[in-house]
């Protein structure tokens, strides 16, 4: 009954999967992939699926991914999908380091974090967000963190020219390696203009 849940999460089949929780299907309950149906509807962007599971009991803090990196909130984010955080959110979800990943989430989500609560000054593994943005070469991420009031750190600004040293010399192509060089200079150059001084 597991697998028949998770896979109508998956497919976003909400009234199969109520009927299921309805049936005595674990709410929480892995399948044979080892994910269980809410990391799968967060997944897939089925909001109703999502809603239906969280007023069932799904753990919102649950692990989710294929590899159990992330939580429900951290997976939405990374696909940008702003109604089924805000449903994480509402059932009690934090807004801290979400799993193993701290990919930099889309701007809508980065601004209902904020709303929500999160410290945009939060570090993991040592960075902050906008340290991280930076380090990645993200440079709509890191204007958008400025004007957020992130602080524009010293650390920052080595993240991206430590990016700009490393990621273009692991790119082949020498047009694409030409716009990592490009877009690393973006960042560097809003660093400078939010006051890092060089």
Known sequence: ???????????????????LLS????????????????????????????RVLLDAGADPRQRAGAYGEVTPLGLAAMYGYVAVAELL???????????????????QMVDLLLRRGADIEGTKKGRTSLEWAAAFGNVRMVHHLLDRGATPSPKALSEARAGAERYPKAVRDEQRRQEKQETYALVVAALRAAGVAC
Do not use: I, K
Not at 1 to 19: C, E, I, S, Y
Not at 29 to 45: I, K, P, Q, Y
Not at 90 to 107: F, I, K, M
């Open 1 to 19: 009954m597991t697998d028949r849940l998770a896979r109508a999460a998956g497919d976003g089949d909400a009234a199969a999967v109520a009927r």
């Open 23 to 50: 049936d005595g299907a674990e709410v929480d309950g892995l399948g044979g992939d080892m994910r269980s149906a809410l990391d799968l509807a967060v997944h897939a962007g089925h909001v109703d699926v999502v």
């Open 89 to 107: 959110l509402d059932a009690g979800a934090t807004t801290g380091a979400q799993g193993r990943l701290n990919s930099p989430p889309l701007v």
